[in-house]
């Protein structure tokens, strides 16, 4: 629970995340469960201020025509869905359809999306009726992994992108 709370309160954001971070640290070691509590509020209504702050100021800046003092990231480029993580942050989901027609599956088989890119499917199952190149959506899942909705099915599959 601890370290849930850490890496919530840590994702949240960068902007006085010196301060942020020690004042989790510090609240991670009190022992009762009130004070911690307490100490974690304290430490993300901070965190919230400071982000606030910094959004803020940050039309300020550009309505007197202040630029910018880094270049904004690059969009992430669905290419590189289901890749490790880079610098750049990734698409949340990916759209896109199967090149052949979709009448069930055993683990292990591997489908070709329309954007050229190869997923191994990694349970198994059937399919009543076959799906005429369905649309698909693949989403990241818990743990690095990735689940494939296919039109025409009520559940995901498990997947792993090998091309």
Do not use: Y
Request: glycine share 6%.
């Amino acid at each position: 629970m601890k370290r849930v709370a850490l890496a919530l309160l840590m994702a949240a954001g960068a902007s006085a995340h010196a301060q942020s971070e020690a004042d989790l640290l510090r609240c991670l070691n009190i022992a009762e469960d009130g004070p911690r509590l307490a100490c974690f509020d304290q430490a993300a209504r901070a965190l919230k201020d400071a982000r606030s702050a910094s959004r803020a100021t940050a039309p300020a800046a550009a309505a007197v025509g202040t630029a910018p003092t880094a270049a904004a990231p690059a969009a992430p480029s669905a290419d590189n869905f289901g890749q490790p993580a880079r610098a750049a942050a990734a698409p949340t989901e990916l759209k896109s359809t199967l090149t052949r027609d979709f009448s069930g599956w055993n683990r292990n088989d591997r489908v070709t999306l329309a954007n050229g890119q190869i997923w191994q499917l990694l349970d198994e199952g059937t399919v009543i009726a076959p799906l005429k190149q369905p649309q698909v959506v693949i989403k990241p899942g818990f743990m690095s992994g990735f689940f494939m909705s296919i039109d025409g099915l009520s559940f995901p599959i498990r997947v792993k992108r090998i091309q």
